[in-house]
Every structure is written in C-alpha cells, then in structure tokens.
C-alpha cells in the first residue's frame, strides 16, 4: 500500500470565517509540499489558491506559508507522510487560502478605487 501524506488546509479569504480542509495526498520521497499542493489543485480541486513561481529555489519567496506553525518556504519544505498542517502567514494580509500579500507595499500593484 503507498504511503500518503495528509494537508490539513485553512481556506476563505476571511480570517474570521474561514476552515480547515484534509486532503490526502500520494507520498513518494523527495517530494515538497508544495508539490502536494499542486497534486491536490490537479487531482482534487483547481479552486485552491496557492502562490508560487520559482518552484524550488527558495528564490521568489512566493510560497511563503505557516507549516505546523513555523513560517516556511512550500518549495523547499519537505512533505512528509503524516498529518501536516498549512496556514496562511498570521502577519500578512490574507488574500485567500494560502496566499497573502508579501510584496512590499511600493512593489504592490495600485489599483484604482482600492
Ligand atoms: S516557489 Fe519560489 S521560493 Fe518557493
């Protein structure tokens, strides 16, 4: 039997009113979380908002979230086959699920009527 790894996932774009979500992921070694969270926005539900870009050179700085409470990079964390639980950063403005604002504030698209 192969092993799975288990995300248990805030979603909402609400701190207030958002929850948590498992989804059982296939384990293989060598894998990043963020690799679970792309298998899970293939294979299960496209409507997961995760950020990212470099995939796996801690460079970008994208896919910064919370890992069981320890703020990582999901590129470079490794996924491991139990449960692991994903937040978004506590101090950085929620967009949705995962995603927050990390770019610095003048690097920030300005948006008319925002
Ligand atoms: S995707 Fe670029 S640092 Fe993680």
Redesign the pocket.
């Known amino acids: 039997m192969s092993e799975t790894a288990t995300l248990k996932i805030w979603r909402g774009a609400d701190r207030n009113s958002g929850s948590w979500e498992l989804h059982e992921v296939p384990f293989e070694p060598g894998q990043s979380v963020?690799d679970g969270l792309r298998w899970i926005r293939v294979h299960r539900d496209p409507t997961l908002a995760i950020r990212?870009?470099?995939?796996n050179?801690?460079?970008?700085?994208?896919?910064m979230m919370e890992l069981d409470g320890e703020t990582v990079?999901?590129?470079?964390a490794r996924l491991e086959p139990r449960e692991m639980t994903l937040a978004p950063l506590a101090n950085k403005k929620l967009v949705r699920d995962l995603v927050t604002e990390i770019a610095p504030p003048a690097e920030r698209l300005a948006i008319k009527g925002s």
């Open positions: 963020l990212f870009s470099c995939i050179a801690n460079a970008c700085k994208e896919c990079y999901a590129c470079t």
